[in-house]
C-alpha cells in the first residue's frame, strides 16, 4: 500500500491549498492517519493527524487554528485545508497511517507526532509559499 498526495503548489503568503491524500488500499477507520512535512535538512515534523474511528484531531503548534484536517470515509480520502500561509510552511507534505493508533487521542496528550509509527507514505507533495 502506498499513499498518494496531491494539491500542492506555489502560493503567495496569506494564501491557501488543500492538500488531498488519497489513501485507498486500506480501512480508514483501521488506522490514525497523520500529515507530515520537511525540509531540505530537517526531521520530518508532524502537522496534524485524524481519527476516523473517533473523530479524534491533532495539530501542531505552528499549524493550530489555520490548517484543518478532515476524512471522507466513502473515498477513502484525508484533506488538509491550510489558510493564511506563512513561508516557514514551505516543505513536502506527506500523508501516512499510524499503524499502532487509530486514535488520534493518545498523540493529542504526547503533544507531538512520531514518524517511526507511521507507515505506507507517499511520495509528497510540494508547498511553496512565496512572495
Known amino acids: 500500500v502506498q499513499f498518494a498526495e496531491s494539491g500542492g503548489g506555489l502560493v503567495q503568503p496569506g494564501g491557501s491549498l488543500r492538500l488531498s491524500c488519497d489513501a485507498s488500499g486500506i480501512f480508514l477507520r483501521d488506522y490514525a492517519i497523520g500529515w507530515f512535512r520537511q525540509t531540505p535538512g530537517k526531521e520530518r515534523e508532524g502537522v496534524s493527524g485524524?481519527?476516523?474511528?473517533?473523530?479524534?484531531?491533532y495539530y501542531a503548534d505552528s499549524v493550530k487554528g489555520r490548517f484543518t484536517i478532515s476524512a471522507d470515509s466513502a473515498k477513502n480520502m484525508v484533506y488538509l485545508q491550510m489558510n493564511s500561509l506563512k513561508p516557514e510552511d514551505t516543505a513536502v507534505y506527506y500523508c501516512?497511517?499510524?499503524?499502532?493508533?487509530?486514535?488520534?487521542?493518545?498523540?493529542?496528550?504526547?503533544?507531538?507526532?512520531?514518524?517511526?509509527?507511521?507507515?505506507?507514505w507517499g511520495r509528497g507533495t510540494q508547498v511553496t509559499v512565496s512572495s
Open positions: 501516512a497511517a499510524n499503524l499502532m493508533r487509530r486514535s488520534m487521542s493518545s498523540t493529542q496528550a504526547m503533544g507531538s507526532m512520531l514518524p517511526y509509527e507511521y507507515d505506507y
Open positions: 485524524i481519527g476516523t474511528s473517533d473523530g479524534s484531531t
